[in-house]
Nanobody
Framework: QVQLVESGGGLVQAGGSLRLSCAAS??????????MGWFRQAPGKEREFVSG????????YYGDSVKGRFTISRDNAKSTVYLQMNSLKPEDTAVYLC??????????????????WGQGTQVTVSS
């Protein structure tokens, strides 16, 4: 099993920044074998893909709504994935969830493609 714990959410004004962290643990977690993703879910809306990164960190990819504003990265030595969010907008308000799946060296943009999930961290952007 893989356990994921998100942190770093909070309340921020529009135009501000936040950095989310996702700490992974578990006896099956091999730092380079797990692709990681960030999703978000606002009340009454479907879970939306935000960003993904391969286990090696060689490939990163983003949803259209956050491209150019958010940056995903990982520190495999710390088994942690980060999401740097800049130029935040009120429409970015949601619960942000970290997800993991064993790598297959392809992009994964659908929630059903991930096997492990964290509990989420709330991000609220005020106008």
């Amino acid at each position: 099993q893989v356990q994921l714990v998100e942190s770093g959410g909070g309340l921020v004004q529009a135009g501000g920044s936040l950095r989310l962290s996702c700490a992974a643990s578990g006896r099956t977690f091999s730092r380079y074998d797990m692709d990681m993703g960030w999703f978000r879910q606002a009340p009454g809306k479907e879970r939306e893909f935000v960003s993904g990164i391969w286990g090696s960190g060689d490939s990163t990819y983003y949803g259209d709504s956050v491209k150019g504003r958010f940056t995903i990265s990982r520190d495999n030595a710390k088994s942690t994935v980060y999401l740097q969010m800049n130029s935040l907008k009120p429409e970015d308000t949601a619960v942000y969830l970290c997800a993991a799946v064993r790598t297959t060296f392809r992009q994964r943009r659908l929630a059903r493609e991930y096997d492990y999930w964290g509990q989420g961290t709330q991000v609220t952007v005020s106008s």
